[in-house]
């Protein structure tokens, strides 16, 4: 079975542009989530959706977005980059929601704004 | 806001020794999960463990966890050098699949 992929790996952007990065996961998986990972600030949870519709969301701005597919496929847009928003941009995929199962992470998005 | 925090921040070993990392967790949790995370890549599952567990063993991994103590810890036994990573705890709250993540333990094993 392939893993979780993101597209696209790397990704260098300017200041006030906006950016979408993009999540395929795991055939069968329902469940998307995204984290940002920061060396300040650690990995911290941006939002989760399940069957299109985002179950939960993290404490970052409304610059951040997300959204998820009928194919599970999801999508995420931070818009009016700022330079804080340089970061390892980590997708999940798990079987399902409302019971926790493990989640499976693909190799991120390093996103640079400059 | 971190959940775990582990402890320690960081730790170096000789390949064969084995290794421990800690991690506390301030509120109640459905499972604790174990990641590990080579060189800025992506996170790699290693153990997941169910607050009605105290101990699971995986080939060279041990997790324990005790719920009165908000705590668990990753044992590795007999390192080796392909080991060298960060290792996180994260805890889950159930209905949710959001995990809130300690800041990690780098361990360095040394050949």
């Known amino acids: 079975k392939a893993g979780v992929t993101q597209t696209p790996r790397y990704l260098i952007k300017t200041r006030g542009q906006q950016v979408t990065l993009s999540c395929s996961p795991i055939?069968?998986?329902?469940?998307v989530s995204w984290y940002q990972q920061t060396p300040g600030q650690g990995l911290q949870f941006l939002f989760e959706?399940?069957?299109?519709?985002?179950?939960n969301k993290g404490n970052f701005p409304g610059r951040f977005s997300g959204r998820q597919f009928s194919n599970s496929r999801s999508e995420m847009n931070v818009s009016t980059l700022e330079l804080g928003d340089s970061a390892l941009y980590l997708c999940?995929?798990?079987?399902?929601?409302?019971?926790?199962?493990?989640?499976?992470f693909g190799p991120g998005t390093r996103l640079t704004v400059t | 806001s971190q959940q775990g925090e582990e402890d320690p921040q960081a730790l170096s070993i000789q390949e064969g020794e084995n290794a421990t990392m800690n991690c506390s967790y301030k509120?109640?949790?459905?499972?604790l999960q174990w990641y590990r995370q080579n060189s800025g890549r992506g996170l790699v599952h290693l153990i997941l463990?169910?607050?009605?567990?105290r101990e699971k063993h995986s080939g060279r991994l041990r997790v324990t966890l005790d719920t009165s103590k908000k705590s668990s810890s990753l044992l590795i036994t007999a390192s080796r050098a392909a080991d060298t990573a960060s290792y996180f705890c994260?805890?889950?709250?159930?209905?949710?699949?959001?995990?809130?993540f300690g800041k990690g333990t780098k361990l360095t094993v040394n050949p």
């Open positions: 055939s069968g998986h329902r469940s």
């Open positions: 999940a995929s798990s079987l399902d929601s409302g019971i926790t199962y493990e989640q499976y």
């Open positions: 994260a805890g889950s709250q159930g209905g949710s699949e959001k995990l809130v």
């Open positions: 959706y399940f069957s299109e519709t985002q179950r």
């Open positions: 463990i169910r607050s009605n567990e």
């Open positions: 509120t109640s949790i459905n499972n």
